[in-house]
Each structure stands twice: as structure tokens, then as C-alpha cells.
């Protein structure tokens, strides 16, 4: 079955305790993504990557960091976690990241850092 | 990057049509429009996209107008589990990737 997989699901965190979200998609998609959600702000853009070892900023990078050493892995870390980081984190994969394709989404994972 | 409007709710009565608009007023001419939709806070769900042509696949079917301006999603036969927000979005391709820009979205209650 095609999907994207992230772990853990929930998570409670104490503040500045490193942390990692693994994202894993089984459709050799080239294109990944880190969204956050939060309420009034709807689906905000982190970090993004075309394809192996290539990764840039989305629109709220600050505090967050990626790395793309596989095709099939997409790892969110949150080096010093703070409060203002407490939030609902998706993960997307797209076949590439140009026009016609469909992204996937995983189930998200649920940030508390307190 | 096209914005998108939409209207913030709608309601449908179960085994209606849904019919949800979107005006994209800005689009170019290689834009395509994507829908999704987001069932309470799960992962946001691919539903369909279009560039100029209506679309149809097995969960919705896309209007597209003629100038491009705007467009409808409807789902023809809306059941409880349709609930959701759905959102309607245009990405401009720059830089080499299509970026996926979420508004608010459109909220529709289908009700019994």
C-alpha cells in the first residue's frame, strides 16, 4: 500500500530536549516535505527536498532541520525543541515536485513541548 | 503564487451533490488547481486536480471555467465521512517545485 509513514504519532517533550520525527514514504517519490498546523494558521511550510541530499527552507524553517541522505527517508529534527514548536507536523511526499502530481500525506504527528 | 478564495462552511444534506467553489482569479496559464481535503486532524487528502479541462475521477469531478478564473468541486453523492475541510489550491511552479500553499479552506458539514 502507498503511504507515508511518520513516528511517533504524539509526543510530549521537555524544552530544549533534541528530538527527531522520521518520515518515510514507500513510493520512491523524489519530492518531500515538512508542513506544521496550527489553529488560525493552517498548514505552514518548514523544509522541503527535491530529491537526495537536496533540501531547502520553506516559510518556517527557524528551529527545525532535515537532512535527505535516502531517497525514501525525510527525518524533521528539532535540535532545542521550545513551546512555540508545540504543534501538529506533517509530512508529504510527491512523485517530483512539479505540476501534475499528487502529494501524500502522513497521519501527522503531534508536538507538546513543555 | 495564485491566491485562492473560498467560502469559509457550507452544509450539504447527505446523498446530495456538494458543490464547492473556488476563485482563482490569478491563476497562469500552466497553474494547475488541486483539491484536498482534511478530515478533522488527519493528513490532508489528495482529491483531484485540473489545468484546463473538467476532470473526473472516482471521488469527485472538477469544473473548470473556461477562463480559468474559477472552479467547482463536487462531490455527487455526499455521505457523512465527506465532513471535512476542504482546500483549494493553485501552487505556482518556482524554483522547480510546485509549493502547496493551504488557505482556510472551505468547511463542509454534511448533515443527516
Known amino acids: 500500500e502507498a503511504q507515508v509513514t511518520q513516528n511517533p504519532r504524539y509526543l510530549i517533550t521537555v524544552t530544549g530536549k533534541k528530538l527527531t520525527v522520521t518520515c518515510s514514504q514507500n513510493?520512491?517519490?523524489?519530492?518531500m516535505s515538512w508542513y506544521r498546523q496550527d489553529p488560525g494558521l493552517g498548514l505552514r511550510q518548514i523544509y522541503y527536498?527535491?530529491?537526495?541530499?537536496?533540501?531547502d527552507k520553506g516559510d518556517v524553517p527557524e528551529g527545525y532541520k532535515v537532512s535527505r541522505k535516502e531517497k525514501r527517508n525525510f527525518p524533521l529534527i528539532l535540535e532545542s525543541p521550545s513551546p512555540n514548536q508545540t504543534s501538529l507536523y506533517f509530512c508529504?511526499?510527491?512523485?517530483?515536485?512539479?505540476?501534475?502530481?499528487?502529494?501524500?500525506f502522513g497521519q501527522g504527528t503531534r508536538l507538546t513541548v513543555v | 503564487d495564485a491566491k485562492t478564495t473560498q467560502p469559509p462552511s457550507m452544509d450539504c444534506a447527505e446523498g446530495r451533490a456538494a458543490n464547492l467553489p473556488c476563485n482563482h482569479s490569478?491563476?497562469?496559464?500552466?497553474?494547475?488547481v488541486y483539491w484536498y481535503r482534511q478530515i478533522h486532524s488527519q493528513g490532508p487528502q489528495y482529491i483531484i486536480h485540473?489545468?484546463?479541462n473538467n476532470e473526473t475521477n472516482e471521488m469527485a469531478s472538477l469544473i473548470i471555467t473556461e477562463d480559468r478564473k474559477s472552479s467547482t468541486l463536487i462531490l455527487p453523492h455526499a455521505t457523512l465521512r465527506d465532513t471535512a475541510v476542504y482546500y483549494c489550491?493553485?501552487?505556482?511552479?518556482?524554483?522547480?517545485?510546485?509549493?502547496?500553499?493551504f488557505g482556510a479552506g472551505t468547511r463542509l458539514a454534511v448533515h443527516p
Open positions: 508529504a511526499s510527491s512523485l517530483s515536485g512539479t505540476g501534475g502530481t499528487e502529494a501524500f
Open positions: 513510493m520512491n517519490h523524489e519530492y
Open positions: 527536498s527535491m530529491n537526495v541530499e537536496v533540501t
Open positions: 490569478t491563476i497562469s496559464g500552466n497553474e494547475y
Open positions: 485540473g489545468l484546463k
Open positions: 489550491i493553485a501552487p505556482l511552479l518556482s524554483g522547480g517545485y510546485n509549493k502547496l500553499i
